[in-house]
């Protein structure tokens, strides 16, 4: 905040707008970091300075600047619950505050992104924070050729890779002020299991990006006789990491679970024409699908009974979609 308050000459304004904060928030994280300058200039003064200057004889030992650039930094990490960030709506909006900087510079910003992209676990304030900080370094790389915005599998497994590319030759070596500023994103990226990546400038360009995880698919048969409720879930599933197989025929259910092998049953035991205990217990003694975690959902308070007949989890209708996202990514942990 302080960096493009006042060394960047930004209104606060504008600061809150680019960290994609309020300003309340910016006030605070300002404090925060004026005590942490005004510590480091304790620290180097003379001891003699500091003592006629009023500093306190037994002040408290002061970090380090790598621990005081984490510590600065630590906000932005993401609770365990934080809410999955349509990706593509996020970096459309980080492409949106790039395109003043990129006129200004005469460069045009080519992208390169699928029309679908998976709605990852990261926040988009690290996003908002990454992401344009990176286009900065490329588009003051471009000299007037365009940057390259885009996505695509990463040599890593179950990465997404946002890359920006520069082909414009005769890049000179990252200067210290570029080596900080990666080192600086590449701290936030840490925070969601991320990180920076970039090829060392040369004749043939620059290209700097960001690995995000995209965690792998998980498929969860979902076994109930209500055409609405079939519905919603998928509704409530559409953009995650879960990919919903639906049946309205509970008799045949076993057999598809053992056909398809789901990483998670959802199953509701209150059904017309069929016992949905029995289906519970179908599943649980057949040898190919007694491994498979089921989850009871039902209208009915039966929890304990649900858990006690050997289901894995429990859900009371009417479900929000916080709730059940929250559920499969509990016995999704449990499965890793």
């Not at 005590?35 to 620290?43: G, N």
């Not at 992104?113 to 926040?123: D, F, G, M």
């Not at 016992?275 to 699908?289: A, H, I, M, Y």
């Not at 007694?290 to 858990?307: D, F, N, S």
């Amino acid at each position: 905040t302080l960096n493009l308050q006042y060394v960047r000459q930004l209104d606060r304004d504008a600061v809150a707008t680019q960290l994609g904060i309020s300003e309340r928030q910016m006030r605070r994280e300002q404090r925060v970091a004026i005590e942490a300058l005004a510590q480091q200039l304790w620290r180097d003064l003379p001891a003699i300075d500091a003592a006629e200057n009023g500093a306190p004889p037994n002040s408290e030992p002061v970090a380090n600047p790598s621990q005081t650039l984490t510590q600065e930094l630590s906000w932005l990490k993401a609770p365990t619950n934080e809410t999955r960030v349509p990706l593509r709506e996020a970096i459309d909006d980080v492409l949106l505050l790039a395109q003043p900087l990129a006129h200004q510079w005469n460069v045009t910003l080519d992208i390169e992104l699928p029309e679908t992209l998976a709605n990852l676990p990261v926040s988009q304030l690290a996003l908002r924070t990454i992401v344009p900080t990176l286009l900065t370094m490329a588009i003051a790389r471009a000299g007037r050729a365009p940057v390259v915005v885009s996505a695509l599998h990463a040599d890593r497994p179950n990465f997404l890779c946002i890359e920006c590319n520069v082909s414009h030759p005769e890049q000179a070596p990252l200067s210290p002020k570029e080596r900080d500023t990666i080192d600086t994103m590449q701290e936030v990226a840490s925070f969601y299991e991320s990180a920076i990546d970039f090829s060392k400038p040369d004749e043939h360009g620059f290209t700097i990006s960001l690995l995000l995880p995209v965690p792998a698919q998980l498929s969860v048969l979902v076994i109930d006789d209500n055409a609405d409720w079939l519905e919603l879930v998928e509704r409530y599933a559409s953009g995650s990491h879960y990919r919903i197989v639906a049946t309205r025929e509970p008799a045949a259910a076993p057999a598809l679970a053992d056909k398809l092998q789901p990483a998670l049953i959802l199953l509701d035991v209150m059904m017309q024409n069929v016992d949905g205990w029995q289906v519970l217990n179908e599943l649980l003694q057949k040898p190919s699908t007694a491994h498979i975690p089921v989850i009871l959902c039902t209208i009915l308070p039966i929890e304990e009974m649900a858990i006690s007949l050997g289901a894995t989890g429990f859900l009371q209708k009417p479900v929000s979609q916080q709730q059940f996202l929250e559920l499969l990514d509990r016995q999704s942990r449990l499965l890793a």
